[in-house]
């Protein structure tokens, strides 16, 4: 080979090279397309108020979701009293720049219309949200409907802790595909839900007979489901006032479906769309 026609390969290996990668795709050596990287979601995890031990929960949350989808966390806990109103709320944009809110809050006594509308815009304008138990009872007191209608169920009470038998409405849901048909958990607290809102989609349920008012008789009561909420979609389950319900992998895996869904990021068959998942492509 003379040394011209060497000179002369040379010069054409960038266009070799970037032939081949248009012919070839991008690939692993296996010849297998790998998936585009994705930022992970950000998170926003909102917490505190009484009965539930928020710094144990946040560790199980946010471990427990990013073992098994690509999510990055940023974490607000404020503790108080019934009536504390969390400080992260008195700015407007609290949500901008996050892709979904966990909520975790019990401050039941909160009245203050303003307040709360605050909490409410960014989720209308189609910041998604997953509502994790004592969300549901938070601003209770409120005599208007507007937090009802975001979390998509109306409570206002809850029965004596027992285990529960959830029982799975909607096995073909993909928040639900992987979820048993029936799961029985540790001793729980199931909340009365009074009310499932017209943009709410139920999609577990368990029963009980001493939850709402008088006379008892044995009734069955959401704990699962999803909703609509302006622009947002939102996830909600009334369970896990228990530590032992939310390290249990099935609650994991369950609302690490329902955040993923909530963003747009799961598929029909249940699993994480790519670049989602983790490194197993698995939740």
């Given at each position: 080979m003379t040394m011209r026609l060497i000179l002369r390969l040379i010069h054409r290996l960038p266009l070799l090279s970037t032939l081949a990668l248009l012919v070839l795709g991008p690939s692993g050596a296996n010849g297998v397309a790998a998936d585009p990287p994705v930022r992970p979601l950000r998170a926003l995890l909102i917490t505190g108020g009484t009965y539930h031990n928020y710094e144990q929960q946040k560790e199980i949350l946010t471990a427990g979701i990013s073992a098994r989808a690509n999510v990055e966390w940023t974490v607000f806990l404020e503790n108080g009293d019934f009536s504390h109103k969390l400080s992260i709320y008195d700015n407007p944009d609290w949500a901008k720049g996050y892709d979904v809110v966990v909520h975790n809050e019990c401050f039941c006594d909160v009245t203050d219309h303003d307040f709360i509308e605050r909490i409410l815009a960014p989720h209308r304008s189609g910041i998604p949200a997953v509502i994790v138990h004592c969300t549901v009872h938070t601003f209770r007191k409120l005599?208007?409907?507007?937090?009802?209608?975001?979390?998509?169920?109306?409570?206002?009470?809850?029965?004596?802790?027992?285990?529960?038998?959830?029982?799975?409405?909607?096995?073909?849901?993909?928040?639900?595909?992987?979820?048993?048909?029936?799961?029985?958990?540790?001793?729980?607290?199931?909340?009365?839900?009074?009310?499932?809102?017209?943009?709410?989609?139920?999609?577990?349920?368990?029963?009980?007979?001493?939850?709402?008012?008088?006379?008892?008789?044995?009734?069955?009561?959401?704990?699962?489901?999803?909703?609509?909420?302006?622009?947002?979609?939102?996830?909600?389950?009334?369970?896990?006032?228990?530590?032992?319900?939310?390290?249990?992998?099935?609650?994991?895996?369950?609302?690490?479906?329902?955040?993923?869904?909530?963003?747009?990021?799961?598929?029909?068959?249940?699993?994480?769309?790519?670049?989602?998942g983790t490194k197993t492509g698995k939740p």
């Open positions: 005599e208007t409907d507007e937090w009802r209608e975001f979390l998509g169920v109306t409570s206002h009470q809850h029965g004596r802790r027992r285990p529960l038998e959830v029982k799975n409405l909607q096995p073909g849901n993909p928040i639900m595909k992987q979820f048993p048909l029936s799961w029985k958990t540790v001793p729980e607290e199931l909340f009365a839900i009074e009310k499932v809102w017209p943009r709410a989609t139920p999609l577990a349920m368990a029963a009980a007979e001493d939850v709402g008012q008088p006379p008892y008789t044995v009734r069955d009561h959401i704990v699962i489901w999803t909703n609509t909420y302006g622009k947002g979609r939102v996830f909600g389950t009334s369970m896990a006032h228990d530590n032992a319900t939310m390290q249990d992998p099935v609650y994991l895996d369950m609302v690490t479906r329902g955040l993923l869904w909530a963003c747009d990021k799961l598929t029909d068959g249940g699993q994480p769309k790519p670049g989602y």
